[in-house]
């Protein structure tokens, strides 16, 4: 009897020990996915993005996948761009789709791919000093601003916003540079949203921002809607034939995780929680003139 119990218990110590070779490993054990060879990827990228906190959950899962470090540098689009002719980033994620287009023909982008929108949005008091709540377009808006001579603060940063913006001004009767209402704030948008507050100003924000922020200001959304407020977001990578030591690995790495469909469904849930609407919508299974940018 004992001697088929001690047979019976190396037969299970001998199935569990070849169990434990076969199986499979323990997490810890599993094969990680090879370092990049340059694990340092700098992103170029608006303050809206930053603002907002997309980035805050995005770039830590895009690192945990993939082994870079990012290096994010938020600055108006107008900046990025720049840093990209200067061979300053690897990859952008920027929103002013004519200025886009002009790197992209002038060869300092290689890939350019859509990633999301939202929109921009008028904001100021919520007493309406220069009535905008009853204009049926953006420019009429901008126009009873002027007329009024109330308080109206830039970002006078050449960000994709403020690029929006002067598009805007430029289509209505006025010039508002020079003018005493015309608070050029040449900051970010989250610091040109405290100082409309702190005026009691105008602005054009883009609404990710604005309902990041809204807790700490003294201003209304008192103009939506139009479709010339579209705001459309791409990610671009450095052409390293222009400049051979920008990271296109990492920045190709970047742009597929942007518009991967689990990033996707991310960014189109980001906000909803806290404010009831999300702050960005995705538009990677998009195209340009979907959007009627074409």
Known sequence: MKTTQLTFLLFTVLALALTACG???????????????NPTLILATTTSTQDSGLLDVLVPVFQEQTGYTVQT???????????????????????????EKALMEAGWGKDRFLVMHNDF???????DPAGIKDTSTTVEAFQKIADAGANFSTRGDDSGTHKMEISLWGKTAVDP???????????????????????????????????????????????EGDAALLNVYHVITVNPEKWEKANYDGAIAFAKFM??????????EFG?????????????????????LD
């Not at 199986?23 to 060879?37: D, F, L, S, T």
């Not at 938020?74 to 200025?99: F, I, K, Q, R, Y």
């Not at 949005?121 to 007493?127: L, S």
């Not at 702190?198 to 807790?215: F, M, N, V």
């Open 23 to 37: 199986g499979a490993p323990a997490p810890e054990a599993q094969v990680m996915a090879e370092a990049p060879a």
């Open 177 to 223: 540079n020079g003018q005493a209402w015309y608070i050029d704030s040449g900051q970010g948008m989250g610091a040109t949203l405290t100082i409309a507050s702190e005026k009691q100003a105008y602005t054009l924000t883009d609404r990710a921002t604005y309902l990041a922020s809204k807790e700490n200001l003294d201003l209304e959304i008192l103009f």
């Open 121 to 127: 949005v008028i904001v100021g008091p919520a007493d």
């Open 259 to 268: 518009t991967d469909p689990a990033t996707q469904a991310t960014i189109g």
């Open 73 to 99: 540098v938020a600055v108006g689009t107008g900046a990025a761009l720049a840093m990209a002719e200067e061979g300053n980033a690897d990859v952008l994620l920027v929103h002013a789709p004519a200025s």
């Open 272 to 292: 909803v929680d806290k404010f009831g609407q999300p702050l960005f919508f995705p538009d990677a299974d998009k195209t340009d003139a979907d959007l009627g």
